[in-house]
């Protein structure tokens, strides 16, 4: 059987490209039969990296028949995945977040969770000498992957190793990455063309704290603006995405990458406490400027207080 190869729902870079890296490595390093998937419609960066490396957009998993072997990549909290994943057969995680619990296998698998920035970087750490073999396209993926999830190299999630292998797939690539990191976070910025909810779950991912169930969004973007200037309508969506996601609140953080700071929507009185509480601020408005908050994964998640 083909095994698929899929990442998280709301797919960013890393989900997008990391199943594309892995599948490619399956079929043509270990000599299996794998296919990358997409559990949702990729963000903008995202489809910018497939256009710019000419990779083929994977086709959208809905959910998972019994019994289908799957890998799961840069996750491994089960709400963000199919329904009936532990009816899948589960053969490998390969993740860099923090160990959620509740996936089950029907046998021992491989699993790889590193303390990295970015799922690409742990796979081509896997890969070894193999890693040699990719072609341009994977390569490409590879390293779109670690700009995206690092905002090249300014997240507090980056290591010098994240760092180290940027620098040598740019190098055998022939690429400037201020120039190209440049192009990437422009495409991510371009948000016209999504609605107020697409916008919610664009990059957003579950999470429950203290009994409490979040629709958690981060928007990267060098031109926070635009984002902004749809506040009202942003914060009026939030009670319809939580009510079709039977979720209690949605967080959303506008990352400002170039001045590194996020800005939370605050669109009541829950959010107010969170935000104050998760974050040692004062709101005064509707909205608060958190300096040096980028990660959703390091500082974010970690912090936030019911």
Known sequence: ??????????????????????????????GETAEPRLLGQPNTE??????????EMPAQLDDIAPGTPCVVVDTNNIAELPASINE????????????????????????????????????????????????????????????????EFRSPTTTEHDRAVAERLAADLGID?????????AAKSDVSALSDIDLLRTDSKQYEIDGVRFRI??????????????????????????????????????????NEEATLLIPNETVKSVAE??????????????PGIVSRKKQIIPNLKV
């Not at 095994?3 to 079929?27: E, M, Q, R």
């Not at 004062?282 to 608060?288: C, E, I, M, T």
Request: proline share 4%.
């Open 217 to 258: 969004g981060v928007l990267e973007t060098t031109a926070p603006g635009a984002l902004l200037a749809r506040k009202d309508g942003l914060m009026e969506s939030m009670k319809t995405v939580a009510r079709e996601d039977g979720i209690d609140q949605v967080l959303l953080f506008v990352v400002d990458i170039l």
């Open 177 to 185: 990455i201020p120039a190209y990191a440049a192009e990437m976070f």
């Open 277 to 290: 509480k998760s974050f040692a601020t004062v709101v005064a408005g509707d909205s608060v400027v958190l």
């Open 88 to 151: 899948a057969d589960l053969r490998e995680v390969i993740d860099h977040h923090m160990l959620q619990g509740g996936l089950k296998t029907r046998n021992p698998i491989r699993i790889t969770i590193r303390p990295l920035a970015c799922t690409a970087t742990i796979m081509v750490d896997l890969m070894g000498r193999d890693a040699a073999r990719m072609p341009d396209g994977i390569r490409g993926a590879a390293l779109s992957c670690i700009l995206s999830d690092t905002l």
């Open 46 to 55: 995202a489809a910018f990296m497939l256009d710019r490396w000419g990779l």
């Open 1 to 30: 059987m083909t095994t698929l190869v899929f990442g998280h729902k709301a797919p960013d870079t890393d989900s997008t490209g990391s199943p594309i890296i892995w599948a490619w490595y399956l079929n043509e390093i270990r």
